[in-house]
Every structure is written in C-alpha cells, then in structure tokens.
Nanobody, 121 residues
Framework: QVQLVESGGGLVQPGGSLRLSCAAS????????MGWYRQAPGKERELVAR???????NYADSVKGRFTIASGDGKDTVYLQMNNLKAEDTAVYYC???????????????WGEGTLVTVSS
C-alpha cells in the first residue's frame, strides 16, 4: 500500500513562515498529482495548492503570492512553503495525491492524516 506522511506544522506568529513536507512511501506506484488542502474548524476542506506530474501548479486565490508548492529531490515528495502567514491560514493541512498502483488500470485519491498549522500571537 501507499502512505502519505506529512510534517512541518506548528505554531507561528503572523507574518512568519513554515514549510510543510509530504512524502509518499511504499513501492510499485506512480504519482500523477500531489497537493495540499486545508480545513479550518467549522469550514469545508479547500484546495490550497496542487502540483501535477508535469510540474504545473495551481493555487487558491487566498494564498497566491504567499505560498509556493514544489517537488523535492525525490519524485514522490512535495513541499508547501508558506510565507507571510495570517491568522486566517490557521487550519489542519492535508497532503493529497492521485496515485496508480502498478498493474491496475486506474488510480485513486490518497490523503495524509493532516498537520496542524496555527497562526497566532
């Protein structure tokens, strides 16, 4: 099986920065998309940033210009650099990936367990 492992969340002051990391572990799979979603208390989960296998990017308007998504040295790792953080960025951030297991005709959506980002003074 494939697992998505997240790290990098924590408490940061407004205007500060954090970098989230997500790595897909396992064997015998191909990753087509990787990205980050977030969910604040009482709100629906929303897309933050997405990275395709061709390295095209997509950002939510609320984070554009402040957040940057990028792949790591490994092909199955993605980072989210978050700068100029605001209180409204406080949420649980979830890694997301569309992955096909080798030998299967279609892929499936995978989710990490989430990492909490709290922006507060």
């Amino acid at each position: 099986q494939v697992q998505l492992v997240e790290s990098g969340g924590g408490l940061v002051q407004p205007g500060g920065s954090l970098r989230l990391s997500c790595a897909a572990s396992g064997s015998g799979f191909t990753v087509y998309f990787m990205g980050w979603y977030r969910q604040a208390p009482g709100k629906e989960r929303e897309l933050v940033a997405r990275l395709t296998r061709g390295r095209d990017t997509n950002y939510a308007d609320s984070v554009k210009g402040r957040f940057t998504i990028a792949s790591g040295d490994g092909k199955d790792t993605v980072y989210l650099q978050m700068n100029n953080l605001k209180a409204e960025d406080t949420a649980v951030y979830y890694c997301n990936a569309y992955i096909r297991i080798l030998g299967e005709v279609s892929g499936a959506n995978y989710w990490g367990e989430g990492t909490l980002v709290t922006v507060s003074s």
